[in-house]
């Protein structure tokens, strides 16, 4: 069997390597290799391939509820980042609404995932429309019953206070039976866990947090504070899952441990790798130790 890759015109960057032992959904793998592929091969090394399992297995996860064919699906990501999830999802057909205030990717903090002018015009190379606003001082726009997705990956962590009244925002702006994904870290993961028993923060590094502005994570959940928030919002919660043994493998420096240098390949080439190896062991057998949730909420018809 032929296996899938990311490629741009500069040649192959990313490669699935789990795939013999892992059958992904086909479309996923397509949709998320398409989406890599619209990047430069250095962000596909310095930022891509730092998250490629965690895009790859988010996309199988949900493409278990949702059509492989999202032809007119209104889809609005909140949040959207560098959009490699926006751009999957308009390759599957979606017309989405990319909305975020851009500023971590401004050229003054050099983000590994490209400037800002960069994702805007990517977006609109790809037909998804861009929408520059502050979540968090403006919240959503007004349009009530507008969409039939709308998305929130790895946002919720990084607000600097409560979710409430922007998944309330999510839940007006869905048509009735429309969904809200969300995906966020699990604060009980086990590297959580085994800093904490080593008298570690579970934080991001203090000093990350003293500098302004701060871009990191400020509050994490568990899965069953998740499902209550979304709940709490007038959601039913329709879908849950704790990310596949595979996924922690993304989150690795290649063979240098250079910050700008990540690789989709696991080896064992060091006493960290070993212990990460460990790591992705344990959380096979107890799910509550992975390291990502995905949640999708229903808004009653």
């Not at 890759?5 to 892992?22: D, E, I, P, Q, Y």
């Not at 979710?163 to 039976?177: C, E, N, S």
């Not at 499902?227 to 596949?244: D, K, N, P, T």
């Not at 063979?255 to 390949?265: H, I, K, L, Q, V």
């Amino acid at each position: 069997m032929t296996e899938t890759v990311a490629t741009t015109s500069s040649g192959t960057v990313l490669k699935n390597h789990w795939k013999r032992l892992r059958r992904w959904n086909p479309r996923a793998q397509e949709a998320v290799d398409w989406a890599c592929a619209q990047f430069s091969p250095e962000i596909q090394r310095r930022g891509i391939a730092r998250a490629y399992y965690d895009f790859l297995w988010t996309m199988d996860e949900l493409l278990k509820i949702l059509p492989s064919d999202l032809s007119g699906y209104r889809v609005l990501d909140v949040g959207c980042g560098a959009g490699v999830l926006a751009l999957a999802f308009r390759h599957l057909g979606a017309d989405v609404t990319a909305l975020d205030r851009f500023d971590e990717y401004e050229d003054d903090y050099d983000n590994q995932m490209g400037s800002a002018a960069e994702i805007v015009a990517r977006f609109e190379r790809n037909g998804i429309t861009v929408a520059r606003r502050d979540l968090v001082a403006e919240g959503l726009p007004e349009e009530r019953g507008t969409y039939d997705i709308v998305t929130f990956f790895a946002v919720i962590e990084h607000l600097p206070q409560s979710p409430q009244k922007l998944l309330k925002q999510m839940h007006d702006v869905l048509k009735p039976g429309g969904r809200v994904i969300i995906t966020t870290p699990n604060h009980a993961w086990i590297r959580t866990r085994l800093r904490l028993l080593a008298g570690r923060s579970a934080h991001h590094p203090l000093n990350e947090w003293w500098e302004t502005p701060f871009f990191g994570h400020v509050r994490e959940y568990t899965m069953p504070e998740a499902q209550a928030m979304l709940r709490w919002s007038g959601f039913a919660v329709e879908h849950s899952a704790l990310s596949s043994w595979q996924h922690v493998a993304s989150r690795i420096r290649g063979r240098n441990g250079s910050p700008d240098e990540w690789t989709t390949r696991f080896t064992l080439h060091s006493l960290e790798r070993w212990v990460v190896g460990a790591s992705l062991i344990l959380s096979a057998i107890v799910p509550s130790l992975r390291w990502s949730m995905l949640l999708v909420g229903r808004k009653p018809k």
